[in-house]
């Protein structure tokens, strides 16, 4: 039983590149999460998907675009990376939106955007 | 505007007392209170909840204290140990909406 799986680990790109991360959960979980993390910032939400089908805005969507592509796998895309995306990105899966104890979070993302 | 505030960026702690770590909320919409807590390199994880009908919620050596009319509430290590060593996110939301995290707060517990 895996949880929540994130893919690359890593990730350098040039500005101006576009970029993909994926995610899956093996928790059979409705809802699903993508934060980024920078310094002194705590976590912020992206998107989140409260079901397979749905999508909607988070705190800091700008420059982003995401897919549910089925209810185990929630990809987030850069189409054109800047600076100041660097940042940890993580994905997390909950029961539903609101069984919040249920949110597990993957291993994270880092990405760098020279 | 921060809605969640986490006033400490760092708490230092001997092993064997007791870690204080605190919260400030300023949505008084906000009805359920979580603390996760984040290893280095790692996801951050559930550690324990409250809800706003609450004012105490124990689970082991943790135990989160909500005072609403100061939109104020805390965590308790007892007693610390090496392994709790990790950023500690406060987080709260109304249930049915998203949910909102604090700055966190670095804890280091000495030997």
Known sequence: NAGVTQTPKFQVLKTGQSMTLQCAQDMNHNSMYWYRQDPGMGLRLIYYSASEGTTDKGEVPNGYNVSRLNKREFSLRLESAAPSQTSVYFCASSERVSVWETQYFGPGTRLLVL | DQQVKQNSPSLSVQEGRISILNCDYTNSMFDYFLWYKKYPAEGPTFLISISSIKD????????????????????????????????????ATNRDDKIIFGKGTRLHILP
């Open chain 2, 56 to 91: 105490k919620n124990e689970d082991g050596r943790f135990t989160v204290f909500l005072n609403k009319s100061a939109k104020h509430l805390s965590l308790h290590i007892v007693p610390s140990q090496p392994g709790d060593s990790a950023v500690y996110f406060c987080a």
